[in-house]
């Protein structure tokens, strides 16, 4: 028993210090991450290509080069779009100014009774040059220039990371069966069976989940783009494509979007009450189209998270791991549940939840039937003289039945 709780305690300490070796090789290990979930999200079509014949390394450079195809036409025809609308925005933010001086802070004075408030550019930008001034003088010129390498230094890093992943990537698709065999192996004997189980249906929610969510992102953001562009707003399409791509936490999407497209409104076309119900409409139309078609159809159930249980892990997501941790709230959501879910009917099948036992019968025969949630067992209270007695009945009653046949 010592030794079974001494192994037990040596295991976990060996998860333990496993688990704060790769915390300390975190960028190192981010990399490895990165590439092995994209491994995981492409790993299905690379089977496919090569059950067809195709060899594996063959069918993962079709998969990467088609990957690529797909981003450059995507860049090639957003790009011009994108930088058209930000030389927009640039242009538009004199006007903007002008137009909150003399027509909204008026009218907010003039609605609420408040202190008349203008926004002076010479202010801002004498208190801008007074803050450089104070805080990097002369003598702070060199740590700027550390700091400058710093960030160069730092975006070498990043650039090289981003050239990384898909290496890795290859190489974690191409020996995919034989690792994943590898982890398989590792799985004791008796628990193979149900352990495959649950990760078989980790693997169907999350798959589902992560396929069903990146669909609903693009075409979320596409309802959003071609609606603000219909009623006019001559940035709806970066808005609307913002939104989708924010969409995939959710509710940050629409709470984006609609702040976004209101402030867009209010610098080009002023208080236009009309233009306002137009923005709502969209965003209205946006939610309606994500709540009844787009994850009825594309992700169904596949969470079973109800809406508060949903914001609560977006928000213990952003509070354990920041903007990664929203990112990845839902996904690992998902994988609790299926395992809450098996952990349950472990729990619900074991002596723990329900080991009464019922008294079912008492005969004259003195025998006790005593009956458990999952066993039935009789138990006989007779001693061996009367069992030697009720022998003795038994054999006379058969031995009288043969006289009287003969």
Known sequence: MVDRTL??????????????????????????????FIAYLFSPLVDRLHRIGLPRWLSISIVFIGIGVVLTLAMWYLVPLVWKQLMYARDSIPAGIHWVNYTFLPWLSDTFNLVPMEIDTNQISSVVMDYVQTNYSADSIQAMALKLAQSGISFIQIGGTIVLIPIIAFYFLLDWERMLDSMR??????????????????????????????????????????????????????????????????????????????????????????????????????????????????????????????????????????????????????????????????????ALYDNRTLIIQKASTGSINIETPNVDVDIDLKSPHEKALQADEKSSKIEKTQLKDG
Not at 22 to 33: A, I, Q
Not at 217 to 235: D, K, N, R, S
Not at 266 to 284: N, R, S
Request: proline share 4%; glycine share 12%; aromatic share 12%.
């Open 7 to 36: 192994r037990r305690i040596f295991i976990l300490a060996g998860i333990a210090l496993i688990i704060w070796v790769l915390y300390l090789l975190k960028p190192v290990v981010v990399p490895f991450v990165g590439a092995f």
């Open 185 to 350: 192996r590792l799985i004791p004997r008796p628990y193979e069976r149900s352990t495959l189980e649950v990760v078989g249906e980790c693997h169907e929610v999350l798959g589902a989940f992560v396929k069903g969510q990146f669909l609903v992102m693009v075409l979320l953001g596409v309802v959003y783009a071609v609606g603000l562009q219909l009623i006019g707003l001559e940035i709806g399409l970066i808005i609307g494509m913002v939104a989708g791509l924010c969409s995939i936490i959710p509710y940050l999407g629409f709470a984006v979007g609609i702040i976004a497209a209101v402030v867009a409104t209010l610098f080009q076309f002023g208080i236009d009450w009309w233009q306002l119900v137009l923005v709502g409409i969209v965003f209205m139309v946006g939610q309606a189209v994500e709540g009844y078609i787009l994850q009825p159809f594309l992700l169904g159930d596949k969470i079973g998270l109800s809406p508060v249980a949903v914001v609560f892990a977006v928000l213990a997501g952003a509070q354990l791991a920041g903007f990664l941790g929203m990112l990845i709230a839902l996904p690992v959501a998902a994988v609790i549940v299926v395992l809450l879910r098996h952990a349950r009917e472990f729990y619900e099948k074991s």
